[in-house]
C-alpha cells in the first residue's frame, strides 16, 4: 500500500514538474551540445583517469552519442553546467542495470561519491532532476551515481520474497567506481528518498564498512529490518521526516518504524550514550513548516546521528521545484527552509571510513 500511494504521489509530481522539464528541454539540449564541446577541453588529461565501463560510457557522451537528454523511455535530465553525464550498463547477477554518472567536468584525484537513490516509480533521471544532486559535482567535485531499481523499484526489506538482490546490485557499483573512477573509497556515502532512503539504510545496515555515512530523507526502515540490524561499524545517519506525511507516517507507521524509533535505534547502533539535544532552528521561510533538530551526542567515531523533524512537512524533498498546488494535494507541504540536496552533502561531505 506504502509502494502505490507514492508512486501515486510521485507521478503526481513529475506531472507537475512535466511542463517545466519539457519547456526545458529545448534549451537543455543546446546545453549539452555545448557543453560536450567544452567538457572535452576541459577534461584534458583529468579524462584519461577513467577506465573499465565508465571510460566507455564517458566517450560516448563526448561523442555525443549517448542519451543523457533524451532517454527512449521519454525520460529527460537537465544538464547542469561544469558537469558531464553518462549512463553505464552493469551487469549484475544476471540482470543488466543501469547507473547514471554524474562527473565534474575537470575531476581531481581521491574525489568523494554519493550514491543517490530514487524514491518508489522513479527513474535516475527523476531524481537527478527532482534534487538538482548534479549542482554537487559542479560546486564541490563529487562524483554523483545515480543507480536504477528493477521497475522503479528497491528491494530494501529482507524479509520480503524478491529475486532482485539490491544488496549485491550497490556493491557491483561501489565497485565499479573504485576500480574504475579517481574516488577515494574512503569517502562513499549513500543517500535515498522515500523507497531509496528505505534501502539506504538497509545498505547501512549490512554494509556498513563499504560507505562512510547514509542520508534518509522521507524514507524508515521495515521492522524486519530493524530487527536483523547489526551494522559491524557505527554509520553516521542522518534523517529526514515530515510529521504530515500521509505516505511514510511520522509516528505509528503500520509495518515500519516511526521517525523517533529510527532515531534511537540509530543512537543506539552508533553507541550513542551522552544526551540527546533538541533544537528549533529559526524560521526564516513563512511556509507553514519549521524544523526542529534531534542529535545524539556521545557516540563512537563519527557515528554522529541526526534527526530533523520538518513540522507540518508532507513527502517531500526540502525545497524542491516546482511548488504547485498538484504537488502539495499528493505529496502535503513542501518545506522551504532548507534544502535538503545542502543539508545532505554538508552532513556526509567530511565523512570517511
Do not use: K
Amino acid at each position: 500500500m506504502t509502494r502505490r500511494l507514492t508512486v501515486f504521489a510521485l507521478c503526481a509530481l513529475l506531472c507537475a514538474c512535466g511542463s517545466d522539464v519539457g519547456d526545458r528541454v529545448g534549451e537543455a539540449v543546446d546545453r549539452v551540445g555545448e557543453g560536450v564541446a567544452n567538457g572535452a577541453d576541459r577534461l584534458g588529461d583529468a579524462a584519461t583517469q577513467l577506465t573499465g565501463r565508465l571510460a566507455e560510457a564517458r566517450d560516448r557522451a563526448l561523442e555525443g552519442l549517448d542519451r543523457g537528454v533524451t532517454r527512449t523511455r521519454g525520460q529527460y535530465l537537465d544538464p547542469v553546467p561544469g558537469t558531464l553525464s553518462y549512463e553505464v550498463t552493469l551487469p549484475s547477477h544476471g540482470l543488466d542495470r543501469t547507473v547514471r554518472i554524474i562527473q565534474p567536468e575537470a575531476p581531481v584525484a581521491s574525489a568523494p561519491v554519493l550514491v543517490v537513490l530514487h524514491y518508489s516509480g522513479g527513474t535516475n533521471e527523476n531524481m537527478a532532476n527532482l534534487t538538482r544532486i548534479g549542482r554537487l559535482a559542479a560546486d564541490h567535485g563529487v562524483w554523483i551515481v545515480l543507480p536504477d531499481g528493477i521497475g522503479g523499484q528497491w528491494n530494501d526489506d529482507p524479509a520480503a520474497p524478491s529475486s532482485v538482490d539490491d544488496i549485491a546490485f550497490l556493491d557491483d557499483v561501489i565497485a565499479m567506481m573504485i576500480a574504475d573512477a579517481p574516488i577515494d573509497p574512503s569517502r562513499i556515502t549513500m543517500a535515498g528518498m522515500s523507497n531509496g532512503g528505505f534501502m539506504a539504510a538497509r545498505y547501512a545496515c549490512e554494509r556498513a564498512e563499504s560507505i562512510a555515512g547514509f542520508a534518509s530523507v522521507v524514507g524508515s526502515m521495515r521492522n524486519a529490518l530493524a530487527q536483523a540490524c547489526q551494522p559491524t561499524v557505527p554509520v553516521p545517519t542522518l534523517l529526514v521526516r515530515g510529521t504530515s506525511d500521509l505516505i511514510v507516517l511520522y509516528a505509528r507507521p503500520p509495518g515500519m518504524l516511526s521517525a523517533q524509533d529510527m532515531f534511537e535505534l540509530w543512537a543506539g547502533l552508533n553507541g550513542c550514550t551522552g544526551d540527546v539535544t533538541v533544537e528549533s532552528l529559526p524560521d526564516t521561510v513563512d511556509d507553514n513548516t519549521q524544523v526542529e533538530l534531534q542529535r545524539a551526542d556521545g557516540c563512537v567515531g563519527s557515528g554522529d546521528t541526526r534527526l530533523y523533524a520538518v513540522i507540518g512537512g508532507g513527502h517531500a524533498w526540502p525545497d524542491i521545484d516546482p511548488y504547485t498546488s498538484i504537488t502539495t494535494l499528493a505529496l502535503g507541504r513542501i518545506s522551504r527552509e532548507f534544502a535538503a540536496t545542502d543539508l545532505v552533502w554538508s552532513f556526509l561531505e567530511p565523512l570517511s571510513r
